[in-house]
Nanobody, 125 residues
Framework: VQLQASGGGLVQAGGSLRLSCAASGRAMSSSVVGWFRQAPGKVREFVAVGSWSSGSTYYSESVKDRFTISRDNAKNTVYLHMNSLRPEDTAVYYC???????????????????WGRGTQVTVSS
């Protein structure tokens, strides 16, 4: 499985961005896909996860009600819609997928087997 994150950029506080995670090698519709982020000098942290086989989505408290994870089966792509962005959302964002056949969502980054290269999101105040 190969993942490629894109869509990052520079945006003013209060603005929006949509990140994309394009996958090859496996249908995203049957995968648990998570988004994580890492700010300079900080550990990589959980942002959101979706499991469409189980119908579950979860978000960190810091992004809940502002970010939404979704998918497009035809494009085999998972999205992270980010609204009301804040300077503290500035980070490199990564998408990741759990192993084949796993449907349980988790916030633990160690439980994700496949990782894409990150995309930088910068929110100016």
């Amino acid at each position: 499985v190969q993942l490629q994150a894109s869509g990052g950029g520079l945006v003013q506080a209060g603005g929006s961005l949509r990140l994309s995670c394009a996958a090859s090698g496996r249908a995203m519709s049957s995968s648990v896909v998570g988004w994580f982020r890492q700010a300079p000098g900080k550990v990589r942290e959980f942002v959101a996860v979706g499991s469409w086989s189980s119908g579950s989505t979860y978000y960190s408290e810091s992004v809940k009600d502002r970010f939404t994870i979704s998918r497009d089966n035809a494009k085999n792509t998972v999205y992270l819609h980010m609204n009301s962005l804040r300077p503290e959302d500035t980070a490199v964002y990564y998408c990741a997928a759990r192993g084949s056949g796993i449907t349980v969502v988790t916030r633990a980054r160690q439980q994700y087997q496949y990782w894409g290269r990150g995309t930088q999101v910068t929110v100016s105040s």
